[in-house]
């Protein structure tokens, strides 16, 4: 095969690469005696939440209720925008949001619901400057392109794709983050698991 063709090996290399180098810009800045990072601050919104509400669109908002799913596990009262059983948001929740351009029109429609509602809004998103950004009270911003960049200096995937797959590890670092601050076993968390499969 020509070394010019597509190869699945190259594109996973590819892909592996470019997360990797997100995940050490993300973590650059972490220092012993530093203040609490974006992502310690996510954290601790999502700790002290009442509930905790999930809203992303397309992949973001899968990646999103991956993330949902795992903090059901530890024992959070989790809800997926959207749902039939979604209740209101409410003082004391959060809204837990994914928009690389943060100016998707329904995430922030939604955001300015549970601000009105006294709720905080935790933001992850590629742009400093959106409306989403306004109304968070905690933003994580990844180096990573946004949907509509073309150019192919942030990463070389299509429409966003490296955003998203750091949606996926964030939401398993922030599970991760809380479940090691909860002393739990994995055998305690087990029970929750779905068994109606």
Known sequence: MSSDVPRFDRSLLLIADELKSVVERLTSGDDAHADASPADALVDEIARARRVFVHGAGRSGLALRMTAMRLMHLGLDVHVVGETTTPAIAEGDVLLTASGSGRTES???????????????????????SPLAELASATLVVPAAAKLDRSMTASAQYAGGLFEQTVVLVGDALFHTLWQRSGRTADELWPRHANLE
């Open 107 to 129: 995430i922030v429609r939604a955001a300015r619901t549970a601000v009105e509602a006294k709720a905080r809004v935790a933001l992850i998103t590629t742009a400093t400057d």
